[in-house]
């Protein structure tokens, strides 16, 4: 399974790891995917999913009803 958010689709970044001496040499940069149980209130169920930590936030301010309406998914599919 691919490291992908499935809710804001975050994916990894190319950056660059600089040592003393200023030599570059690629490095993936991994988003925190954490998986977690989260309370959808309008379907009155749990839902799993592999979220971001910055997404879990969002999701806190928002809800998860809201942000994921917001984003166009589909959360009874899941």
Known sequence: ???VC?????????GMAVSHSHVRTKK???????KRR????????FITL???TRTLKTIQKRG??????????NLARL
């Open 6 to 14: 499935e809710l804001s689709g975050q994916r990894a970044n190319n």
């Open 50 to 52: 592999r979220v971001s």
């Open 38 to 45: 989260l309370w959808w209130a309008e379907g009155q169920r």
């Open 64 to 73: 998860l009803g809201a942000y994921a309406k917001e984003l166009g998914i």
């Open 28 to 34: 993936l940069q991994q988003v925190n995917l954490q």
């Open 1 to 3: 399974m691919s490291r």
